[in-house]
């Protein structure tokens, strides 16, 4: 049987619902580009809770996330969150995450739902020589997360306060007895805040509930994970499964930038070092010329020669056309280069495009007015 997040009962009674690595979410409530707008535009909500969160604490606490991460982690204090990957010993992607540092020796890993015993699982192996423990609260935890560029506005409301949290900064925060971790990240490319409610298990949602439902009343329009999926894609942000595997590098990936080979050592290091410069693909944006929508799995071809494939696509609310992310090789992979792509029955022309694919001027949190 799929499970359910502690906010179930909102979703069931307003949504249509669909299952979801292994548990039943919503697809959408008025309509996924309605949504995806909202978002882009205003302010949207999403049920997160589907996704593990790791606590990880003691005395070797550091040291462990040092060997699993290629991050540097020192870098980051208390107080501080910052994207990353686990590896296998080969340099392949097991899973991306967000990590938090909370303390000193104090991290919290959220990982990808479908990943989320297989994650707990190795991070316990790796963990056997050190002094630290490892401890899966995402049953007994919400998350939810609040997107947009009024997304301060609503949030602030609810507290009567002015929030002074940098992106990929967290804190504590309190609403109505309601205790949380607040934390400036998201999965959308818009500014706004990711909420882990704490001590809410699912036989107990009301703290979840509560909070959900007060953030709508002030604003906040209800998501679900079509327009999570293509909100994504319009920011070139990848997805375990599709985009990224244990087959495929950071280096590939275009992952580079949270891959430290200055670091004494960490899992999958030795391998990277080998191939940093030689990847034999590298994932790309995908902005269609011609009418059509690609999808995961179509043919891209260059020169004549199928040269990758696609691992996401879809129709981009904001740019109204199709757009899609996938590996070529090399020498095909320079923005502005033309592709075609195959269409099932047709072929469709498109072009190599950068991440993301909105203008960062108008959209995203790097928008020159929210």
């Known amino acids: 049987m799929p499970r359910v997040t502690q906010l179930y009962t909102y979703h069931v009674r307003h ?64 107080g501080r969150a910052f994207y990353s990957l686990l590896l296998n010993e080969d340099g392949g992607i097991k899973d991306d995450l967000i990590a938090y540092r909370l303390a000193e020796n104090e991290y919290l890993f959220v990982v990808n739902a479908v990943n989320r015993q297989k994650d707990f699982n190795w991070l316990k192996l790796q963990s056997t020589d050190l002094e630290v423990d490892l401890r899966d ?30 992106r990929f900064h967290h804190t504590k925060a309190s609403w109505c007895c309601v205790q949380m971790i607040l ?60 985009d990224i595997d244990e087959s495929i590098n950071p280096i590939e990936a275009g ?57 996401s696509g879809t129709f981009s609310p904001l740019l109204k056309r199709g757009i899609a992310m996938g590996y070529v090789t090399p020498e095909a992979a320079n923005p502005g280069t033309p592709v075609t792509i195959r269409l099932r029955e047709r072929v469709g022309e498109a072009e190599i495009h950068g991440f993301p694919f909105y203008d960062e001027t108008k959209y995203g949190w790097k928008r020159k007015s929210a």
């Not at 299952?19 to 996924?32: K, N, T």
């Not at 998350?143 to 997304?151: D, E, F, H």
């Open 183 to 242: 934390a400036r990240t998201g999965y959308t490319g818009e500014d706004g805040f990711e909420l882990i409610v704490l001590d809410t298990p699912i036989e107990k949602p009301d703290n979840a509930l509560k909070l959900w439902n007060r953030l709508i009343e002030a604003g906040a329009k209800p998501c679900g994970l079509g327009a999570r999926d293509t909100l994504r894609i319009e920011a070139g942000l990848c997805l375990y499964g599709n």
């Open 137 to 166: 609260i995402s049953d007994s935890t919400a998350m939810m997360a609040l997107q947009g560029p009024k997304s301060s506005d609503i949030f602030e409301s609810l507290l009567g306060d002015k929030i002074e949290l940098k």
């Open 15 to 78: 949504a249509r619902m669909m299952e979801f690595a292994g548990f039943l979410m919503p697809l959408f409530y008025s309509g996924i580009i309605e949504e995806h707008l909202s978002v882009r535009e205003s302010c949207g909500i999403f049920d997160v809770s589907h996704m593990g969160r790791i606590l990880i604490k003691g005395k070797d606490a550091t040291k462990f996330v040092q060997r699993v991460l290629p991050t540097n982690a020192e870098k980051y204090p208390p």
């Open 255 to 311: 992952l580079e930038r949270v891959v430290d080979l200055q670091k004494p050592y960490f899992i999958g290091k030795d391998k990277l070092l080998e191939i940093k410069d030689s990847p034999s693909k590298r994932r790309v944006g995908l902005l269609m010329i011609s009418r059509g929508v690609p999808r995961q799995g179509c043919e891209i071809i260059y020169g004549g020669e199928t040269v990758g494939w696609v691992t």
